[in-house]
């Protein structure tokens, strides 16, 4: 996430993906560690930070610029043996598959929802 333009974001994703272990780029915020997403957006935006990795939603939120740096998937995973047909499960495999958290999560920049609920493997 960036302030302003393209300008600044791709100075800093270019200076952020050239980074060498133990390096220190001149970048503003470098040094700075932030424990949340909206946190680092606030960095931004109050100018402490140059740039951040952050969540699109995020720089959304404060009307900054978002460039993508890589995507991520996240995958829930329960044993099938003594958890997932479990009476308390339930109610999160509902919500898991129900078109109207899929519509919610649609409404936020940067989110994939096709493959949420979706059972991908079945292990031994």
Same mark, same amino acid.
């Given at each position: 996430?960036?302030?302003?333009?393209?300008?600044?974001?791709?100075?800093?994703?270019?200076?952020?993906?050239?980074?060498?272990?133990?390096?220190?780029?001149?970048?503003?915020?470098?040094?700075?560690?932030?424990?949340?997403?909206?946190?680092?957006?606030?960095?931004?935006?109050?100018?402490?930070?140059?740039?951040?990795?952050?969540? $699109?939603?995020?720089? %959304? +939120?404060?009307?900054?610029?978002?460039?993508?740096?890589?995507?991520? &998937?996240?995958?829930? /995973? @329960?044993?099938?043996?003594?958890?997932?047909?479990?009476?308390?499960?339930?109610?999160?495999?509902?919500?898991?598959? $129900?078109?109207?958290? %899929? +519509?919610?999560?649609?409404?936020?920049?940067?989110?994939?929802?096709? &493959?949420?609920?979706? /059972? @991908?493997?079945?292990?031994?």
């Amino acid at each position: 996430m960036s302030t302003a333009s393209a300008g600044p974001a791709l100075a800093c994703y270019s200076t952020i993906t050239s980074i060498s272990w133990g390096s220190r780029p001149d970048v503003r915020g470098y040094e700075r560690e932030e424990f949340t997403h909206l946190a680092v957006a606030v960095a931004v935006q109050s100018g402490a930070a140059d740039c951040g990795l952050g969540i $699109a939603a995020a720089a %959304h +939120a404060l009307k900054l610029d978002f460039n993508p740096f890589t995507k991520e &998937r996240y995958d829930l /995973v @329960i044993p099938r043996t003594s958890h997932y047909e479990n009476e308390l499960l339930r109610p999160l495999l509902d919500l898991l598959s $129900a078109p109207e958290l %899929h +519509a919610a999560i649609a409404e936020l920049p940067g989110y994939d929802t096709s &493959r949420v609920g979706e /059972v @991908i493997a079945e292990l031994p």
